[in-house]
C-alpha cells in the first residue's frame, strides 16, 4: 500500500510519492502519513551527510497559489513533526513543520534549504494541532500558522531560486524517534495570491 496513491480532490494535479511511507491511511476526510525511524529532511550547516529520506506526498504546481492544511502530530520523540513542504530539488527546499521541540513542546519551525539549510523557530503550541498554509508570491513565498481559533501569523517570508515550476506536499518526519504519524485534514488548495502578507485572519 505505500506505493499506492491517496485521493485528494483539492488538488488539481497528480500527485506523487517523492519518497513512499512506511504506512499511509486516508479515512473521512483525513489523511494519515506515518514516517519510519530516522527520517528527515536536513542538510546540516555543519556539514554532516544531507538526510532526505523523510516521506512526502508531492503535486508539481506554477504561478500564484496557497496551500492550507490542518495537521495534527502523533508526538513522541523530539522533531518529530508534520510538514507542509516546497521542493525545487534536493538541494533547494523549504519546510514548514509542526514538530516536538526538544524540551517536548509542539513548535512551529521553518527551514529553507538554498545548498545548505537553515533552521528557525517560531512559537510553542499548547495541543496537537495546528493549521499551516504555504503561499506563492511570484518568485517569494511565505509560511503561515494558526492556532484553532486565532490569527494566522507570519512566520517566514523568502525566495527560492527561480523556476516556475516546483512541487509541494506533505511530509511525516521522525528523525531522532522509532516513527512518527502525521495526520492532515481541511486541505485548501488555491490558484491565486495570497490577499495579504502580515495582515492577521482569523481561522
Not at 21 to 45: E, M, N, R, Y
Not at 86 to 98: D, M, S, Y
Not at 146 to 159: K, T
Request: aromatic residues 10%; proline residues 6%.
Amino acid at each position: 500500500m505505500p506505493n499506492t496513491l491517496p485521493t485528494l480532490t483539492e488538488i488539481p494535479s497528480s500527485l506523487y510519492w517523492g519518497l513512499a511511507p512506511s504506512s499511509w491511511i486516508q479515512d473521512q476526510g483525513v489523511l494519515s502519513i506515518s514516517a519510519g525511524s530516522k527520517t528527515d529532511l536536513f542538510i546540516d550547516p555543519h556539514g554532516t551527510e544531507p538526510i532526505l529520506n523523510a516521506p512526502r506526498l508531492l503535486f508539481e504546481t506554477s504561478g500564484n497559489w496557497r496551500l492550507r492544511v490542518r495537521v495534527r502530530v502523533e508526538f513522541g520523540a523530539p522533531f518529530d513533526a508534520g510538514v507542509l513542504l516546497i521542493w525545487g530539488g534536493e538541494h533547494t527546499w523549504a519546510k514548514l513543520c509542526f514538530e516536538y521541540s526538544p524540551q517536548l513542546e509542539p513548535m512551529i519551525v521553518s527551514v529553507v534549504t538554498n545548498g545548505i539549510s537553515d533552521d528557525a523557530n517560531a512559537f510553542t503550541v499548547a495541543g496537537d494541532t495546528v493549521s499551516l498554509e504555504i503561499s506563492r508570491f511570484g518568485q517569494a513565498y511565505a509560511f503561515h500558522a494558526a492556532v484553532e481559533g486565532g490569527p494566522w501569523q507570519l512566520i517566514r517570508h523568502f525566495a527560492l531560486p527561480n523556476t516556475d515550476t516546483v512541487s509541494a506536499g506533505l511530509v511525516s518526519q521522525s528523525p531522532l524517534g522509532v516513527g512518527c504519524t502525521a495526520h492532515f485534514s481541511d486541505i485548501l488548495y488555491a490558484v491565486e495570491r495570497r490577499k495579504a502578507l502580515r495582515r492577521n485572519f482569523v481561522l
